[in-house]
């Protein structure tokens, strides 16, 4: 590759560009312009039969970021139309600020690129020739993303996010072939139908962990097909599934014309796991297998989690059961309820994460398998945790409901052991008109 760092002059064309700085110095050899940091704004480039280049490679700085883009009184046109004739043209590592045109018999790469917050057009139309995608972002262009017309579209690796259309935001396929490997369509969104992709014609298959989520849509927020198919190739992304069959092509699915509005591949249901790439275990809604006992699966599990403590997760779990009240689990990944272990005495167990918890003072747990702790009645005190009855109340003290300590009985009033009130005179006095008073001597 003959690669060289150049800047054209703003306004002018890529093409025109080359052909001044080079020459026919560019026939028959493979061409790699890199471009410095920063933004450049140029006139509309035309690479055709008249580009004499083997392949162009347009190559980003290395350091920085470069932003190729239209000067404004070229605002709406194709930054570069890509025809009949043209040597392979590379797009590596750019911001583009304006869309790209493909037509028949054009070869077009795109790799590490963004196309981004374009309005009024498609930020890639592909009418016709082969256009490879791989690592390249598609992001809130306000026309949609990518259009194709006609020729062959791979994609690899690739992003298209937050991109708006009438229909099929993210890509609207009307003739030709579309290839869409390991990339994620997301959130995107359509005033009309297909949120993420609208097949009006043409062929679409989607493989290899591609992934079409949060889009949204009237109708097809993920997928609208009009009267034409589309296919899925296995594998899916992990937690996810699809209705394939074997053949000797491998496992595909095949969606009828209709919409799909849910995430597609779809996720695989609370209570499932889907922790394996191999196709048989994602051909269908039962995904790999039941959740594990000892383990619970939300919705597009791949690696369970384990029980927790006070918790039990039978086979086939997606919210943890918890344990009885009365009864306690002690430790992680119990199977079943049998496993939950009874209350102790002078303790209380509420159930589920609510723990054993020692009864406080001024209550008690007279037995076993106990959901609350009870209230220490009158006449009975408990100054310590944990207990299993209560205490008597002192003689000369009172006792209410739930004492944790005795309160002595103001003198001369006293009390017998076990009271709830004073209701006696202490010695040296006797009970006269509901008080006490002091007895006097020989009385």
């Excluded at 004499?52 to 046109?77: F, H, Y």
């Excluded at 590379?90 to 054009?106: H, I, M, N, R």
């Excluded at 945790?385 to 004492?403: D, I, M, N, R, Y």
Aim: net charge negative; aromatic share 6%.
């Amino acid at each position: 590759m003959l690669k060289l760092a150049f800047q054209p002059s703003q306004n002018t064309p890529l093409n025109m560009a080359l052909e001044s700085q080079f020459g026919d110095t560019m026939r028959d050899v493979v061409v790699g312009i890199e471009f410095p940091a920063g933004e450049l704004l140029l006139a509309p480039s035309l690479f055709d039969a008249n580009t004499s280049a083997a392949a162009v490679w347009l190559i980003g700085s290395s350091t920085a970021t470069t932003v190729l883009g239209l000067s404004p009184e070229w605002r709406g046109e194709p930054l570069a139309t890509v025809r009949f004739g043209a040597p392979q043209i590379y797009f590596s590592g750019l911001v583009l600020l304006d869309p790209l045109l493909v037509e028949a018999g054009g070869q077009a790469i795109l790799s590490g690129c963004t196309l981004a917050n374009m309005s009024g057009v498609r930020a890639l139309t592909v009418t016709g020739g082969i256009t490879l995608v791989s690592g390249t972002t598609f992001e809130g262009n306000t026309a949609g993303a990518v259009r194709v017309e006609g020729g062959t579209l791979e994609m690899d690796a690739t992003s298209a996010r937050a991109n708006h259309a009438r229909r099929g935001a993210a890509l609207l396929v009307t003739n030709g072939t579309v290839h869409i490997r390991n990339s994620t369509l997301q959130t995107n969104q359509a005033d009309e139908s297909g949120g993420a992709v609208q097949v009006d014609g043409g062929k679409v298959t989607l493989a290899s962990g591609t992934a079409l989520l949060d889009n949204e849509a009237p109708a097809g927020a993920a997928i609208s097909l009009n009267g034409i198919g589309l296919s899925y190739e296995l594998p899916a992304p992990l937690g996810r599934w699809v209705f394939a069959d074997e053949s000797s092509a491998g496992w595909r699915a095949t969606l009828k014309p209709g919409n799909v509005d849910s995430d597609y591949p779809y996720v695989c249901s609370p209570g499932l796991m889907g922790s394996s790439l191999e196709p048989s275990k994602q051909s269908g809604p039962q995904c790999e297998a039941p959740c594990p006992a000892g383990s619970f699966c939300a919705a597009g599990t791949v690696h369970p989690s384990p029980c927790p403590i006070g918790f039990y997760c039978p086979l086939g779990t997606f919210s943890p059961i918890g344990c009885p009240q009365g009864h306690v689990g002690r430790q992680l990944g119990l199977t079943s309820q049998k496993e939950c272990e009874v209350c102790r005495q002078g303790h209380a167990c509420s159930g589920g994460d609510g723990g054993e918890t020692p009864c406080v003072r001024g209550t008690f747990g007279a037995r076993a398998e106990m959901s609350t702790c009870t209230t220490c009645p009158a006449g009975t005190f408990q100054d310590e945790e944990a207990q299993t009855e209560c205490k008597p109340c002192l003689a000369g003290h009172f006792c209410l409901v739930g004492s944790t300590l005795p309160q002595r009985c103001e003198h001369p009033l006293s009390s017998r052991t076990g009271s709830q009130e004073c209701t006696f005179c202490d010695t040296g006095y006797f009970s006269h008109d509901s008080k006490c008073d002091i007895c006097v001597d020989g009385a």
